[in-house]
Protein backbone atom coordinates (compact mmCIF):
# COMPACT_ATOMS: atom_id res chain seq x y z
CA UNK A 1 0.00 0.00 0.00
CA UNK A 2 1.74 3.21 -0.91
CA UNK A 3 2.89 5.84 1.81
CA UNK A 4 4.33 8.81 2.77
CA UNK A 5 7.76 8.67 3.63
CA UNK A 6 9.80 11.51 5.54
CA UNK A 7 13.56 11.32 6.08
CA UNK A 8 15.29 12.28 8.16
CA UNK A 9 13.43 10.22 11.36
CA UNK A 10 15.40 12.75 14.10
CA UNK A 11 17.08 16.25 13.10
CA UNK A 12 19.36 17.49 15.54
CA UNK A 13 20.34 21.03 15.18
CA UNK A 14 21.67 24.12 16.80
CA UNK A 15 19.86 27.22 17.16
CA UNK A 16 20.52 29.55 14.08
CA UNK A 17 21.03 26.42 11.90
CA UNK A 18 19.01 25.96 8.60
CA UNK A 19 17.20 22.50 8.57
CA UNK A 20 15.54 21.08 5.81
CA UNK A 21 12.64 18.66 6.23
CA UNK A 22 11.97 15.99 3.20
CA UNK A 23 8.77 14.03 2.26
CA UNK A 24 7.82 11.67 -0.27
CA UNK A 25 3.83 11.64 -0.63
CA UNK A 26 2.06 9.56 -1.99
CA UNK A 27 2.56 9.08 -5.78
CA UNK A 28 -0.99 10.73 -7.35
CA UNK A 29 -1.86 12.88 -4.86
CA UNK A 30 -2.21 16.14 -5.87
CA UNK A 31 -2.33 18.52 -2.48
CA UNK A 32 0.39 18.76 0.17
CA UNK A 33 0.61 19.51 3.60
CA UNK A 34 3.14 20.65 6.88
CA UNK A 35 2.12 19.84 10.06
CA UNK A 36 3.96 20.29 13.23
CA UNK A 37 3.42 18.83 16.91
CA UNK A 38 4.90 20.01 19.77
CA UNK A 39 5.58 17.34 22.44
CA UNK A 40 2.27 16.94 24.50
CA UNK A 41 0.21 19.33 22.52
CA UNK A 42 -2.07 18.48 19.32
CA UNK A 43 -1.37 19.01 16.02
CA UNK A 44 -1.17 22.24 14.05
CA UNK A 45 -1.40 23.19 11.00
CA UNK A 46 1.53 25.07 8.84
CA UNK A 47 0.80 25.12 5.69
CA UNK A 48 -0.98 23.88 2.53
CA UNK A 49 0.31 23.19 -0.97
CA UNK A 50 -1.08 22.43 -4.34
CA UNK A 51 0.14 23.44 -8.64
CA UNK A 52 3.22 24.29 -6.96
CA UNK A 53 2.42 26.98 -4.76
CA UNK A 54 0.90 27.20 -1.42
CA UNK A 55 -2.76 27.83 -0.83
CA UNK A 56 -3.21 28.79 2.62
CA UNK A 57 -0.54 28.62 5.45
CA UNK A 58 -0.83 29.47 9.31
CA UNK A 59 0.14 32.37 11.47
CA UNK A 60 3.24 29.97 12.53
CA UNK A 61 4.19 29.72 9.73
CA UNK A 62 6.21 33.34 9.04
CA UNK A 63 9.41 34.46 6.82
CA UNK A 64 11.62 31.55 7.97
CA UNK A 65 9.78 28.83 6.54
CA UNK A 66 9.17 28.01 3.29
CA UNK A 67 7.99 24.77 0.93
CA UNK A 68 9.27 23.45 -1.98
CA UNK A 69 8.48 20.80 -4.54
CA UNK A 70 11.61 20.59 -6.46
CA UNK A 71 10.86 17.16 -8.37
CA UNK A 72 8.10 15.25 -9.28
CA UNK A 73 8.63 13.25 -6.21
CA UNK A 74 9.76 15.51 -3.25
CA UNK A 75 8.53 17.98 -0.85
CA UNK A 76 10.84 20.01 1.12
CA UNK A 77 10.09 22.16 4.43
CA UNK A 78 13.26 24.50 5.38
CA UNK A 79 13.53 26.55 8.41
CA UNK A 80 16.50 29.01 7.39
CA UNK A 81 16.97 30.71 11.06
CA UNK A 82 16.20 27.70 13.60
CA UNK A 83 14.72 28.27 17.22
CA UNK A 84 14.43 26.44 20.44
CA UNK A 85 10.31 26.76 19.74
CA UNK A 86 10.82 24.73 16.40
CA UNK A 87 11.39 21.95 18.27
CA UNK A 88 8.35 19.57 17.14
CA UNK A 89 7.14 16.89 15.62
CA UNK A 90 6.51 17.63 11.57
CA UNK A 91 4.15 15.66 9.51
CA UNK A 92 3.83 16.13 6.26
CA UNK A 93 0.45 14.38 4.51
CA UNK A 94 -1.31 14.47 1.35
CA UNK A 95 -3.84 13.31 -0.58
CA UNK A 96 -5.67 12.83 -3.87
CA UNK A 97 -7.88 15.63 -5.75
CA UNK A 98 -10.84 14.96 -4.24
CA UNK A 99 -12.78 17.89 -2.02
CA UNK A 100 -11.92 17.05 1.74
CA UNK A 101 -10.89 13.76 1.52
CA UNK A 102 -8.96 11.81 3.31
CA UNK A 103 -4.83 13.64 4.24
CA UNK A 104 -2.83 10.59 4.61
CA UNK A 105 0.14 11.32 6.49
CA UNK A 106 4.06 10.04 6.85
CA UNK A 107 5.28 9.02 10.24
CA UNK A 108 7.29 12.58 10.92
CA UNK A 109 10.65 13.91 11.50
CA UNK A 110 11.00 15.07 14.88
CA UNK A 111 13.51 17.83 15.20
CA UNK A 112 15.16 18.95 18.29
CA UNK A 113 16.94 22.40 18.18
CA UNK A 114 19.60 23.11 21.08
CA UNK B 1 -12.76 25.67 24.18
CA UNK B 2 -11.26 25.00 20.23
CA UNK B 3 -12.71 23.33 16.93
CA UNK B 4 -12.54 19.76 18.37
CA UNK B 5 -12.42 19.12 21.53
CA UNK B 6 -11.49 14.99 22.91
CA UNK B 7 -13.08 14.05 26.05
CA UNK B 8 -11.78 12.33 27.86
CA UNK B 9 -8.19 13.58 27.78
CA UNK B 10 -6.80 10.08 29.15
CA UNK B 11 -8.53 6.91 29.50
CA UNK B 12 -7.46 3.55 31.03
CA UNK B 13 -9.66 0.25 30.87
CA UNK B 14 -9.03 -3.16 30.76
CA UNK B 15 -8.34 -5.34 27.48
CA UNK B 16 -11.63 -6.53 26.58
CA UNK B 17 -13.77 -3.70 27.83
CA UNK B 18 -15.19 -1.12 25.22
CA UNK B 19 -13.77 2.28 24.65
CA UNK B 20 -15.63 5.49 24.14
CA UNK B 21 -14.09 8.85 22.99
CA UNK B 22 -16.02 12.29 22.17
CA UNK B 23 -15.04 15.05 20.12
CA UNK B 24 -16.81 17.92 19.96
CA UNK B 25 -16.19 21.08 17.63
CA UNK B 26 -17.65 24.51 16.93
CA UNK B 27 -17.87 25.04 13.57
CA UNK B 28 -20.12 23.79 10.66
CA UNK B 29 -17.96 20.51 9.26
CA UNK B 30 -17.46 19.12 5.96
CA UNK B 31 -16.55 15.99 7.58
CA UNK B 32 -14.79 14.36 10.73
CA UNK B 33 -11.74 12.05 10.43
CA UNK B 34 -10.43 10.16 13.44
CA UNK B 35 -6.91 9.73 13.80
CA UNK B 36 -4.47 7.12 16.36
CA UNK B 37 -1.20 8.17 16.90
CA UNK B 38 1.61 5.38 18.45
CA UNK B 39 3.81 7.29 21.41
CA UNK B 40 5.88 9.48 19.17
CA UNK B 41 4.46 8.28 15.75
CA UNK B 42 2.50 9.21 13.14
CA UNK B 43 -0.87 10.14 12.28
CA UNK B 44 -2.66 6.82 11.18
CA UNK B 45 -6.11 7.92 9.73
CA UNK B 46 -9.21 5.57 11.36
CA UNK B 47 -12.19 6.69 9.67
CA UNK B 48 -13.80 9.49 8.34
CA UNK B 49 -17.39 10.29 8.45
CA UNK B 50 -19.47 12.95 6.24
CA UNK B 51 -21.82 15.60 7.72
CA UNK B 52 -24.75 13.44 6.14
CA UNK B 53 -23.64 11.04 7.89
CA UNK B 54 -24.74 9.51 11.51
CA UNK B 55 -23.13 6.30 12.32
CA UNK B 56 -20.31 4.25 10.36
CA UNK B 57 -18.93 1.50 11.27
CA UNK B 58 -14.92 -0.17 10.09
CA UNK B 59 -14.11 -3.90 12.19
CA UNK B 60 -14.53 -2.70 15.88
CA UNK B 61 -14.61 0.91 14.99
CA UNK B 62 -17.86 2.78 15.08
CA UNK B 63 -18.19 6.61 14.93
CA UNK B 64 -21.60 8.71 15.10
CA UNK B 65 -22.09 12.01 14.78
CA UNK B 66 -24.40 14.49 15.95
CA UNK B 67 -24.09 17.39 13.89
CA UNK B 68 -26.94 18.85 15.78
CA UNK B 69 -24.47 18.71 18.80
CA UNK B 70 -21.37 19.65 17.20
CA UNK B 71 -20.14 16.15 18.42
CA UNK B 72 -19.00 13.05 17.41
CA UNK B 73 -17.63 9.62 19.36
CA UNK B 74 -15.38 7.05 18.43
CA UNK B 75 -16.44 3.74 19.86
CA UNK B 76 -13.72 1.01 19.98
CA UNK B 77 -15.11 -2.53 21.04
CA UNK B 78 -13.44 -5.82 22.37
CA UNK B 79 -10.44 -3.65 22.93
CA UNK B 80 -6.94 -5.15 22.80
CA UNK B 81 -2.95 -4.01 24.65
CA UNK B 82 -2.45 -2.97 20.71
CA UNK B 83 -5.54 -0.45 20.50
CA UNK B 84 -3.00 1.80 23.45
CA UNK B 85 -2.50 5.08 21.64
CA UNK B 86 -3.57 8.62 21.15
CA UNK B 87 -7.09 9.46 19.16
CA UNK B 88 -7.48 12.55 17.52
CA UNK B 89 -10.68 13.94 15.72
CA UNK B 90 -9.72 16.28 13.31
CA UNK B 91 -12.09 18.19 11.27
CA UNK B 92 -12.20 20.07 7.50
CA UNK B 93 -13.95 23.17 8.36
CA UNK B 94 -16.76 24.65 5.59
CA UNK B 95 -15.55 27.74 5.05
CA UNK B 96 -11.62 28.18 4.47
CA UNK B 97 -9.27 26.22 2.55
CA UNK B 98 -8.69 21.97 3.06
CA UNK B 99 -6.87 21.82 6.30
CA UNK B 100 -7.62 19.54 9.18
CA UNK B 101 -8.15 21.40 12.58
CA UNK B 102 -7.34 18.69 14.85
CA UNK B 103 -8.65 18.49 18.67
CA UNK B 104 -6.09 17.87 22.02
CA UNK B 105 -6.74 13.91 21.26
CA UNK B 106 -7.61 11.24 24.22
CA UNK B 107 -5.00 8.96 25.32
CA UNK B 108 -6.17 5.45 25.56
CA UNK B 109 -4.23 3.15 27.76
CA UNK B 110 -5.45 -0.71 27.26
CA UNK B 111 -4.44 -2.87 30.60
CA UNK B 112 -3.49 -6.74 29.63
Known amino acids: EPEVTQTPSHQVTQMGQEVILRCVPI?????FYWYRQILGQKVEFLVS????????KSEIFDDQFSVERPDGSNFTLKIRSTKLEDSAMYFC????????????FGPGTRLTVL | SQQGEEDPQALSIQEGENATMNCSYKTSINNLQWYRQNSGRGLVHLIL?????REKHSGRLRVTLDTSKKSSSLLITASRAADTASYFC????????????FGQGTRLTINP
Open chain 1, 27 to 31: SNHLY
Open chain 1, 49 to 56: FYNNEISE
Open chain 2, 49 to 53: IRSNE
Open chain 2, 90 to 101: ATYIIQGAQKLV
Open chain 1, 93 to 104: ASRTSGSRDTQY
